[in-house]
């Protein structure tokens, strides 16, 4: 993207793919029968009569909660490859990159313009006073602008410079990039159960 960031450059905007916070849950074991059940009911349907047992699924629900430490390596791997082209590409911006709590926040003004530090704050829920940091900063490099409102001068709206616009365009643009160069290396199927995994894993609360 040259000047204008790569293609991993900022993160996922909320609209497109909620749920900024780490996923570390280990998955329970109510889940894991639920899935059980699911290749049950496949099963059951092609082949008339055959059921599983309930000690079968709880076996089969056990062996899914417990990845192998070679599954483990390979995942951190591949992440870590991901987060070095990242980091690299990141790099080359001559103006230096955004940390990702600013990109979070000119993206989401971009998409609120005109709300104020506080919905900025609730939405990336973080203190007031970080996200405050974060607007100085913005502000600082031209892409984030305060304005007084007329109604009330307590308030303050926020709105995005044109530095700041083309920016987050920019990012967008380099989101979806990123998007089509991931999905266009797999199949119509893989891509299904690719976005399928992924969603489930960003949005298990269980």
């Not at 079968?56 to 951190?76: C, H, I, V, W």
């Not at 995005?160 to 290396?185: D, I, N, P, T, W």
């Amino acid at each position: 993207m040259g000047s204008q960031g790569s293609p991993i450059d900022a993160p996922i905007p909320r609209s497109t793919f909620p749920g900024r916070r780490n996923v570390e849950r280990t998955v329970s074991s109510s889940a894991c029968v639920s899935m059980a059940n699911s290749v049950t009911s496949r099963r059951s349907s092609g082949r008339s009569g055959r059921h599983w047992s309930i000690d079968a699924k709880a076996r089969y629900a056990g062996r899914m909660s417990d990845p192998t430490e070679d599954q483990l390596a390979a995942l951190g791997t591949a992440f870590d490859t991901f987060a070095r082209r990242y980091k690299l590409a990141d790099a080359q911006r001559s103006d230096g990159p955004l940390n990702e709590l600013d990109k979070a926040a000119l993206l989401y003004i971009a998409e609120h313009p005109g709300c104020g530090p506080t919905d900025v704050a609730r939405f990336l829920a973080v203190p007031a006073t970080t996200l405050s940091s974060a607007a100085d900063r913005l502000v600082k490099r031209g892409f984030l602008k305060r304005e007084r409102l007329e109604t009330d001068r307590r308030a303050v709206a926020l709105t995005l410079s044109a530095a700041g616009e083309a920016y987050a365009k920019a990012q967008v643009e380099a989101h979806r990039q990123m998007y089509m160069m991931m999905l266009s290396r797999l199949s119509p199927d893989e891509r299904k159960q690719f976005i399928a995994m992924i969603s489930k894993i960003v949005y298990n609360e269980t």
